[in-house]
């Protein structure tokens, strides 16, 4: 009854949080007065000064992206270089050595595609310098570039008869300063009252009650915990993730720290819907993401709870769980990790009942749009409804418009490569890991759940989520150059694809709606979306699921299991 009660009180809330934080996002990007206005108005101008940029001076989708991928390039090779000559920097008190090559490579690509994989232990591999300055920096600016892509894409059929999506660089320092950095400073006062440790202090050796000598790492982690969580990151300060006390010590802690995770993408829906001036069609879409949510939520709880039947009379099934927390917040903390493209676990998803574990798989299969990552779950969504108006034009036979423009070729062949893509990038990966020696060389089981490990760990690359089914020895050089690319293509192959729709459709003339009109504010539009969402997600991941957990399942029925 209480696991009940808390996952409604998460949902209400999340509900209520989002007409007036996404009003706020709305004012920020639109370059208006708000409340921080006086505090943060010196500041960006002096930004801009600084960098020798002009807001005010918009650009065209090409210059854009070429915005985007130089910002992105430089973050890569400061986060690779400040690993490999970790040693030689400061703010280091345990003097931890340099990051080999592959695992740096890996790690500063995690970061700068928003997707924060870690295969390494975060108290034992990084300094605080590497921390602070490359991944907690990362984790700000990787999520104000995908808040700021979004923004362009919404400007993009907001407007018409021009080229101009706006300036990546005052989106990126908008987003940073008023909207990201606000409110991360926020949670982090409230994380550090509730005992996540923040600090410059080297690891402290103690003696256990046993007479043990243990050393209990310490550190800045409250600041970087509050940005994994916001700006839908996720990696850990700590190896073990919000399952560590010192990141996650109380319910508060993991019920902020739960909500944070899906706040500001469940925001930018209601922004999207005041930028495009049709806040009902933004709920429409709010209303699919959410439905589908709930649902994957509710099918794991039902598979713990058959699982533990089967299994153990009823008994929960803790083995891997946050047992300071119960079961639940450990299947609402999975389900909205997955959906919403954080990464961050405070649990084992390898300890999940296979369900649930399918469900967490099929959450990022989706293409991380419920409700994906900050910018990047909107704009991933946008390719769906893009294909939702095409394939009702054609059903009806009237040319697709969406929102008073026509959806033509280009239109759609963009939305097709952002859809397509990543599932071709997570297939081919685990296939190849599924052939290969190395690949199969790091592997903690044999039959569905060996294969569950391989499709997850390509799953959590190739849609930018970042978490870990756990069991699957990654950190080795094959999976750190595999991973890689798939960080990177998964990334780049959804946001430049938003892009060239974003000019394309700017640059079109709108015409007023006609009784022709297919409208995209009722419940026939939620329904035919939620269709095209979860027919390309099963076309396309079924059979890959069905020998993995769905195969683990049916085994577990039978009382057979397979290691």
Request: proline share 4%; charged share 10%.
């Amino acid at each position: 009854m209480f696991d009940t009660l808390q996952i409604a009180v998460f949902a209400g809330l999340l509900v209520l949080l989002t007409p007036p934080l996404g009003s706020f996002m709305a004012r920020v990007f639109a370059g208006e007065r708000t409340f921080l206005s006086p505090a943060l108005g010196p500041l960006e101008r002096l930004v801009y000064r600084l960098g020798g940029v002009a807001a005010e001076d918009e650009m065209n989708w090409r210059e854009y992206s070429r915005a985007v991928l130089a910002f992105s390039a430089v973050g890569l090779a400061a986060v690779f270089l400040m690993q490999v000559f970790q040693a030689y920097l400061p703010l280091n008190p345990n003097e931890l050595g340099n990051v080999e090559w592959s695992s740096a490579l890996n790690t500063a690509v995690s970061f700068m595609t928003n997707t924060d994989w870690q295969g390494y232990a975060g108290e034992t591999t990084m300094s605080f310098f590497t921390q602070m300055l490359g991944l907690a920096v990362q984790n700000f600016v990787s999520a104000a570039a995908g808040i700021a892509v979004f923004l362009a894409l919404a400007r993009g059929i907001s407007r018409k008869s021009t080229d101009l999506i706006g300036n990546f660089w005052a989106d990126l320092v908008r987003g940073t300063l008023y909207v990201l950095l606000p409110l991360s400073l926020l949670l982090a006062f409230v994380l550090v009252s509730q005992g996540v440790v923040q600090n410059f202090s080297a690891n402290r050796a103690i003696t256990t009650l046993e007479g043990a000598r243990q050393s209990i790492p310490l550190g800045p982690a409250a600041s970087q915990i509050a940005i994994k969580q916001l700006g839908t990151n996720g990696g850990g300060f700590f190896n073990a993730n919000s399952a560590h006390p010192f990141e996650n010590p109380t319910p508060l802690s993991n019920f902020l720290e739960a909500l944070s995770i899906l706040l500001l993408p469940a925001a930018l829906v209601y922004t999207y819907g005041i930028m495009i001036k049709d806040k009902r069609h933004a709920w429409v879409i709010y209303a699919v993401m959410f439905a589908i949510w709930a649902g994957g939520l509710g099918i794991s709880l039902y598979s713990e709870r058959y699982a533990s039947e089967r299994l153990f009379n009823g008994m929960p099934l803790m083995e891997g769980k946050e047992t300071r927390f119960g079961a639940a917040n450990s299947l609402l903390w999975a389900t909205a990790t997955t959906a919403a493209s954080n990464g961050s676990v405070n649990a084992m998803h390898s300890s999940l009942s296979p369900l649930a574990g399918g469900v967490a798989l099929f959450n990022m299969h989706l293409g991380e749009i419920v409700f994906g990552g900050v910018g990047s779950g909107m704009y991933g969504m946008l390719f769906y409804v893009l294909m939702t108006v095409f394939l009702a034009g054609l059903m009806v036979g009237r040319t697709p418009e969406y929102l008073g423009k026509k959806i033509e070729k280009r239109e759609v062949q963009m939305a097709m490569i952002g859809m397509l893509a990543p599932g071709a990038l997570i297939l081919l990966g685990t296939a190849a890991a599924c052939i290969l020696p190395a690949g199969l060389s790091s592997l903690s089981a044999r039959g569905p759940h060996g294969f569950s490990e391989l499709l997850y760990a390509f799953s959590s690359a190739a849609a930018n989520n970042g978490s870990a089914f756990a069991g699957l020895n990654a950190n080795t050089p094959f999976y750190n150059l595999a991973l890689a690319f798939a960080m990177l293509a998964g990334r780049f192959v959804c946001l430049l694809p938003a892009l060239a729709i974003a000019g394309s459709m700017a640059e079109k003339k709108s015409a007023p709606p006609s009784s022709g009109t297919f409208s995209t504010g009722n419940f026939l539009f939620a329904f035919l979306l939620t269709g095209v969402i979860m027919i390309v997600g099963v076309l396309t991941f079924v059979p890959a699921l069905a020998l993995g957990p769905v195969l683990e399942h049916m085994l577990m029925a039978k009382g057979l299991f397979l290691f």
